[in-house]
């Protein structure tokens, strides 16, 4: 340990900051329980028995010169390496006031920077650069936190999470089943090169880049996350990858994220890749799977060389919310994704797992069973910067409810009642061709636009509001699947949503415009409009138009067969 405190010793650690500079640095965890490393103040199961006497507050400097900086678990529990003020059980122990974790945090490697959770097999051993550790139950905390990785020419900033309870990787304060209110804290990374989050096969083996954490209670306000450098990964395996705050099954009533922008720079490729099973997700974006609050706030900006969005057995999603999240409300949170060349989002392959860019997801807002999720002044906005769109964009539907959309919403079960209230313009500036493929699977369905499946259509109607501008120098094709309900739409609602639609639709492409329903199987719609299959709900408003417009091919709508 370098920094004030020790593994148990209460009372305050202030002091004028911890500061480190080395060729290289290996942080370790030790063979026996809570053999942490850490480089700042606090310990481990630290409190505060004088009310007066919890708080621990300095800045930290991390600095290699020649090398680069490698941080361990091993194998017992608690082994942890960190970089931040706190430690394992850091916080109120006796009953006192919460202890309080302050201070900036600046790490400035040469080479590489790795957070590797995955050796050895015991709980609880984790990397973490940012405040707060595992189990930490403190009043707040704060302090900016800068990562740079390469600043000698090369080196990768790599994330990994483990195989056994609490192994996870973060940079961001917070941890594994702890709370504190978080202010004031921007998160940024740069990466000379790739920049990979993976998941461990342990269920909260995380790996995320932000505040928060699996299981993580309290709120997070004014406290960006940036992320910069070449290709951007993230991989969930059996937990979750994540760019944004909060996490997997993290948030309670009344916790908000507010007025926290995520900005991503990649000057290569942007993959996000599902994992197995409903919360092994990649995102980003505030929120996750089952994640509980009132309020998500923070525009989200992805500049990149291309995204692939593949929900596998779970789902990939840039925007806030996440499969079976209760949100109450995303607002202010307009969505900008400017890519060189394509945009692929495939929809899971398993039941309900899904690829989105929008707020929401399957089952939104749906943990009291009921879906009543508002999106508000929240715009999605794709290539619409000067020289971005070159290649496709391309939707393909998949599993069973294993959709692909751009735009508010998601899929929701039978059981789930109520529409919710969307509203945004959506608009793409440039592409190649469009490209919707619906799938073979019962409501394999692909959109853009607001809504998604209704399931069997109970509850009070929704009201999805929003402009929607197409423009494609190659073609535009809108095409239903084979499977029950796999409908193909551009346009607000969805198979069997009872919801109010409004916006205009304009659809431009410089080759052929062509909508055809699915030859087998039943509603495999195609449209172009609001509205769907089963909805009953008036659409449109007076004045707005839908224009659809083949410069040198032409437009076809097909009816099924």
Known sequence: ???????????????????????????????????GTLIGSGGGSTGGSNPANGSVSGEISVTTTSGGITMNTETNGNAFAMIGNGGANVGNLNGSTPTNLEGAIQVNSFGGITLDATRGTGTNAYTQIGHGGLAANVGAISGEIVVEAGSGGSGELTLEGGASTGRYAQVGHGGYNGSAAISASTVTTLSEGATTLTSGTSGSGYAQIGHGGFSWEGDISQSGVGVSGGDLSLKGVNSYAQVGHGGGNAGVAGTSITDSLIETTVDGATTLSGGNGDSAYAQIGHGGYLWEGDLLEGEVDLASGSLTASGNNSYAQVGHAGFGSDVDMVTNSTIRVDVDDFIDLNGGAGTFHYAQIGHGGTNNSSAAGINDLVVSNSHIHLNTDGGAGAGDITLDGSGSNGYAQIGHGGTRSDSTPNFGTYSGDIIIGAADDILLNSGASTDAYTQIGHGGEGGTGSGSSGVYDGDISLNASGNVSVKGGSGTGAYSQIGHGGDTVQAVGSGAIDVVAGGAVSVSGAAGGTDGYAQIGHGGNGNDENQGVEGEHIAVTGLSGGVSVLGGG
């Open 1 to 35: 340990m370098v920094g004030l405190g020790g593994w148990g010793v209460d009372g305050a650690k202030v002091n004028a900051g911890v500061s480190v500079t080395a060729g290289d640095i290996v942080m370790q965890g030790g063979t026996h329980f809570a053999a």
